[in-house]
């Protein structure tokens, strides 16, 4: 079972520090190969931010606000625990001091990471499995987050997740309130949410296909049963790309429609 073993819920010991000024400069961005999943791994990240303050307000706790800058931290570690999966940086420093205390004048940092599950859910249960990971999200001295989301399926475990917890002194510029949804789908097919069903529905389609629907949210998903049978399966394949392509005056197309011609 040694691909079992690969996939299995590694998590390292959390990484918690009253942070010292850090002058790390950011000179790299993750890339990821496609489009397509740039918009998946942000769609994730967003998805952990959303459950960790779900975390919070059933604990009583105020939530956190997501700050871009944090977030592309988040991507680098996560992309640099790829490559050495540890809360020390390739280059020897501590994983926290990626925080540049003269973007973000912050009093305290914290680092979570785990790496091997694919989806932001499973990952989340992870942590929450962990109690230094879960006193970490659920630290009221926080107020803001950052999450980023890495996979490299030429890597050891294929996905890596890094948390970037901070108190900052003071308000921090374009955060922003995670949703539990990123994209709201208009209508049945439209998984990209901008209210039209079109090839570039029909490209996720094929690409969720592949991953069983895995990546989608459950608005998505939802939209993504153009058979309306309450099941995601070849057939919303089918029915997604005949409409695009004239065959179907509508979707959805139940099995009904089908039979009857309509
Ligand atoms: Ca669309």
Known sequence: MKAAAKHTCRIISLFLSFAAVCCCMLT????????????????????IAYLVNSARAEAGVEPLLVVPYLNECAEIRSQECAEVFSHTRPNGDRGIYIVDDEVILHSA????????????????????????????????????IGVGVYYNPDSEYNWYWT????????????????SEYTIVPKCSGDLTGDG???????????REF????????????????????????????????????????????????????R
Request: hydrophobic content about 40%; overall charge negative; proline content about 4%.
């Open 28 to 47: 790299v961005r993750p890339v990821n190969s496609a489009g397509e999943q740039n918009i998946s791994l942000r769609e994730y990240a967003d998805r």
């Open 196 to 206: 039209r069903v079109d090839c570039f529905d029909y490209i996720i389609m094929k």
């Open 163 to 178: 948390q970037l917890f901070i108190k900052a002194d003071g308000a921090v510029e374009n955060a922003y309130s995670p």
């Open 109 to 144: 940092v914290a680092e979570n990471i785990a790496c091997g599950n694919s989806t932001p859910d499973a990952t989340f249960a992870q942590w929450k499995n962990s109690s230094p990971h879960w006193a970490a999200i659920l630290n009221p001295d926080y107020n803001y």
């Open 210 to 261: 592949v991953n069983r629907f895995r990546g989608l949210n459950a608005l998505q998903q939802e939209s993504a049963d153009v058979m309306a049978d309450g099941t995601l399966n070849i057939s919303d394949l089918v029915i997604m790309r005949g409409y695009i392509l004239g065959k179907f005056k509508h979707v959805p197309m139940t099995l009904s429609d089908l039979i009857n011609n």
